[in-house]
């Protein structure tokens, strides 16, 4: 069974910068893309950034700017750095593999903590 595991997640102050990263726990073929969702207390899980195998990046309005997703196909890792962190930036980040069946049918990490607070 292959896992995604997510590491960099934490407490910071509002303006501070994270880096979020995510690796399968073996090679997985066929990876179109990757992404970073995340779920806020009583809110639904949303597309935070995702990027494709061939490095084209997308992102959700409220994180352009701030926010920078990479990736690496040799190594299936993907990583988030997030600079700029506000209170409304707290939540749950979840990393996903899409292998071309749509985010839902791919793989997830468990999800690490970001909060950002004094």
């Known amino acids: 069974q292959v896992q995604l595991v997510e590491s960099g997640g934490g407490l910071v102050q509002p303006g501070g910068s994270l880096r979020l990263s995510c690796r399968t726990s073996?090679?997985?073929?066929?990876?179109?893309?990757m992404g970073w969702y995340r779920q806020a207390p009583g809110q639904r899980r949303e597309l935070v950034a995702s990027?494709?195998?061939?490095?084209?990046?997308d992102y959700v309005d409220s994180v352009k700017g701030r926010f920078t997703i990479s990736n690496d196909n040799n190594t299936n890792a993907v990583h988030l750095q997030m600079n700029n962190l506000n209170p409304e930036d707290t939540a749950v980040y979840y990393c996903?593999?899409?292998?071309?069946?749509?985010?839902?049918?791919?793989?997830w990490g468990k999800g690490v903590q970001v909060t950002v607070s004094t």
């Open positions: 990027i494709t195998s061939g490095g084209r990046p």
């Open positions: 073996r090679r997985i073929a066929g990876i179109t893309a």
């Open positions: 996903n593999a899409d292998l071309g069946f749509g985010a839902l049918n791919g793989y």
